[in-house]
């Protein structure tokens, strides 16, 4: 019984080191292509390098990005991380003031 504990401890650490995190992985991968097949044209993005923008253009492997008005960069589809939010045109003033809430108790 003794000789055959190693062996199990091997398989446990073998099943949860490689076979649990490689399921977890096809989940996120089959996730990820799905919402990059799912792309429109106008739909807000961040890429995976950070930048934020709209889908301009969409093609089999690529899209054509806007990240401000009249800049259109090419990207592999791969490259979106996720769906942003959509955002408000620079200089929109909200109802609130448009001040930018930075969790800063005021001085009264």
Known sequence: MEQLLPVL????????????????????AERQATMQQSLQIGTPIMLSCGLYGTVAALQETTLDVEVSAGTVLRFARAAVLELAA???????????????DLGKASDA
Do not use: E, Y
Request: net charge positive; no cysteine.
């Open 9 to 28: 401890l091997i398989g446990l650490a073998f099943v949860l080191l490689f076979i649990l995190p490689a399921r977890q992985r096809k989940k996120i």
């Open 86 to 100: 959509p955002t408000d045109p620079p200089g929109t003033k909200h109802a609130d003031g448009g001040g930018v």
